[in-house]
Each structure stands twice: as C-alpha cells, then as structure tokens.
C-alpha cells in the first residue's frame, strides 16, 4: 500500500498498528518473525486473520519467493499470536525504517515477546548444517542501525542496552525443553552482513576471529527495536549450510530453502517450545 512521505515514523506506526487492529489483530501476546524457508509454521494457526502487508498502510511485501509476506493472526497454544511470514531485507532497499517497520508495528500493537527467526550460514567449524542455534547475542555488521536518527522516545530511550538483549532465563529453559525431547539446541552468535550476496570466505574468517557462530542477512535490525521497547526476545537461527569457504563449494539460495523443509518439524517445535515457556 503507498505510504504517505511526509508523515512522520510514529504517525506511519500507529496508523498501520490501528488498520490491523480494525481487521481484528487485537492485543497480540507474542510476535513470531519467520525467516527464510520458514514460512511453513504460519500454517500451523487455526482459522487465522491473514493480511497481506501489500494492504497494510506504509507497508510492502519484499521480493524473496520463499518469504510470503503475509501478516498472520491468530489463538496458538492458547496465547493471541502475530506472525510476520517473511520480511523486508535492508538489501531490498537499503532503508533501515522499512525493516524494521514490522518490529515497530508488532511493538504498537502490544506484543510481550519477540520470536526472530532467520535462516544462517554455520561459521563455527565444529558445528554442523542442519542445526538449530539460540541466538545469544549479535555483531551488527550492517554498517547501520534502526535507531539512527530522531528517538522516538514512545518507543523507547535514546542510549538503549544491549547487553541482555536475548534473554537469558528464556533461552536457559528452551534449551532444557528441548533438551527433554531430545533435541539439541546450540547457543552462539549471530553476525549481520547485509547480502545479498553470500558472504566470502575472508569474510567468514573475519566473523569467525570476532566470534560469530552463524552469519545471516536479517534478524538485527528487528532484535534491536524489540529490545528498544524493553520487550523479551528469542532469537532462533536454522543453520541451513556452513557458511563460505568452510567446505569447498558453492553456496545457493536454493540450498537453503531446501534445507528448510528437512528440519521444518524440529522447528516448529522448538517455537511452539518458544511460546509456552
């Protein structure tokens, strides 16, 4: 839907947050941002409100076939529920606001808890592809950052903390739930490049020497405003492949989509794990 430029980033919020509530998205709990190849988990809402974010003021649907780009809403496991089926990636536009416009809409609308999930190159060497990892904390390698500019004092401070910004006591218990049903949950670093080219093995080597563990093309921007506005947040990464230069081949988006669809169950799971504890 247009967006009118000469609002101001709060007026385009909340009139975004007002549309979805007039359709019925009414005092959502938790918030789920679906990654790449994970759109699937949307399908898991019974009789679900789905908005397309093409009909939602000031926003836009990006242009990777696997992100659907849909708003979904719904009652799962008892709690109200919004889930953003795919994104709008900082290298669709190099617009940092329109990013992480979702995140700030969620956060108008009442959302308690973020679940971020993105689709990852495995850095760590002694880690495999297929793995789910808990983001425990993150490199901003974008060059940017969502807060740039004017605060927006409703949203949050100025000089907002990052230092616990993937809550801890959440991640402690999700590892030990899924613990319980034996699957095995890695906990590590994730580092933001912007893409949309995969990143080279130099760079992955780099992000190795700083201490990344996985290295993606999103997640930041969104886990930066949630925390802004004080919210708890879980960030989950499916490590889809190892990343650059760490097996002689190759990296395509095809690979990681394909991936995806393997380990689908194991992650619907660990979300649904994700939303009760």
Not at 241 to 264: F, H, Q, S, Y
């Amino acid at each position: 839907m247009k967006t009118d430029k000469k609002k101001t980033l709060e007026e385009k919020v909340r009139e975004s947050a007002v549309f979805l509530y007039s359709k019925g998205v009414l005092k959502p709990e938790i918030g789920i941002i679906l990654g790449s190849g994970l759109n699937d988990f949307a399908d898991r809402i019974k009789n679900p409100l789905i908005i397309s974010y093409n009909d939602v003021p000031n926003m836009e649907a990006g242009l990777v076939s696997d992100h659907r780009g849909q708003v979904v809403y719904g009652e799962y496991k008892g709690k109200k529920v919004i889930i953003m089926a795919g994104r709008f990636h900082y290298y669709e536009s190099h617009d940092m606001d329109k990013t992480a416009f979702p995140a700030r809409v969620m956060v108008s609308l009442g959302v308690k808890r973020f679940i971020i999930t993105n689709a990852a190159g495995c850095v760590n060497t002694d880690w495999n592809a297929g793995e789910l990892m808990l983001i425990s904390d993150h490199i901003n390698l974008s060059g940017n950052n969502p807060l740039i500019g004017k605060n927006h004092d409703k949203f949050g401070p100025r000089f907002p903390d990052m230092t616990y910004t993937y809550n801890k006591d959440l991640r402690e218990k999700l590892i030990a739930a899924a613990a319980a049903k034996g699957i095995k949950l890695r906990e590590g670093v994730y580092a933001m490049f912007t893409g949309p080219s995969f990143e080279t093995p130099a760079e992955i080597r780099f992000a190795r020497m700083i201490g990344a563990d996985a290295a993606g093309m999103s997640t930041v921007p969104e886990a930066i405003i949630a925390n802004h506005a004080g919210l708890e947040i879980i960030g989950i990464s499916f490590l889809s492949n190892m990343a650059a230069g760490v097996l002689d081949k190759p990296l395509t988006g095809a690979e990681v989509t394909e991936a995806a669809m393997r380990i689908k169950d194991t992650f619907a799971e660990v979300v649904d794990m994700a939303i009760d504890i």
